[in-house]
């Protein structure tokens, strides 16, 4: 007599998301690399900044792409009890706020004597998404893994180097305010926020990846 197959649709649904979050960072890694973004350094320019070049669509289907994953990934935790109320919570605003980023570009400083709307709105999305995602890893790791404390460490690991990386820009905003410099060139603004997309995003993957299922014993 063999015991029931596991319901699989859950995992290939996690992985669906990865594999989504894995093609919207590998779209951004390639504008860097074919014209024209390949002219935007990547140290000291943000992300943002392809969303204002010929490669936008590009651009806004690679943070598409991450949002959509990102739902998917942590809905299938939700219903599966594994994901806190507040972390879902943090998980929305984290995919609203990409979503947001698309729909209202960053301001084009070059064109433009100050930021609208649009490029206030631009901003603050990406301070919510950059926060709320590793809020919500971190506070999802005991409840999503109750019973594996090297995997709930290596999520709480990730989330927070990721609070790290946004750290340092909070530290370059506090000196520039005492030093009267401008925070954004106190520090390799693009390097860091590469970084800190990079470990957010492989920190939502490790808290949503589905755990090995051992084959059912036959009786």
């Known amino acids: 007599m063999t015991a029931l197959a596991p319901d699989r649709r859950p995992a290939l649904l996690a992985i669906g998301g990865i594999i989504a979050l894995a093609v919207g960072a590998l779209l951004v890694l390639v504008l860097g690399l074919v014209p024209p973004t390949d002219q935007i350094s990547v140290t000291s320019r943000t992300i943002s900044e392809y969303g204002l070049s010929d490669n936008k669509w590009v651009f806004d289907l690679a943070v598409v792409l991450v949002a959509v994953g990102s739902a998917v990934s942590l809905a299938v935790l939700r219903l ?17 706020g990409l979503l947001v980023i698309v729909a209202f570009p960053k301001t084009d400083w070059a064109a433009a004597a100050g930021s609208g709307a649009g490029g206030t709105l631009h901003r603050a999305a990406s301070v919510v998404a950059f926060v709320c995602l590793p809020l919500a890893v971190l506070l999802a790791a005991r409840t999503t893994f109750p019973h594996s404390p090297r995997r709930r460490f290596a999520v709480r690991l990730l989330a927070a180097l990721s609070l790290g990386w946004f750290g340092i820009i909070l530290g370059a905003v506090g000196v520039a305010a005492i030093t009267d410099e401008r925070w954004w060139q106190l520090i390799p603004l693009g390097l860091v926020e590469r970084g ?3 470990t957010e995003l492989v920190a939502l993957a490790a808290l949503v990846a589905p755990a090995r299922q051992l084959t059912p014993a036959r009786v």
């Open 80 to 96: 599966q009890q594994r994901l806190p109320v507040v972390s879902a919570i943090f998980g929305g605003l984290w995919t609203i």
């Open 196 to 198: 800190m997309a990079l």
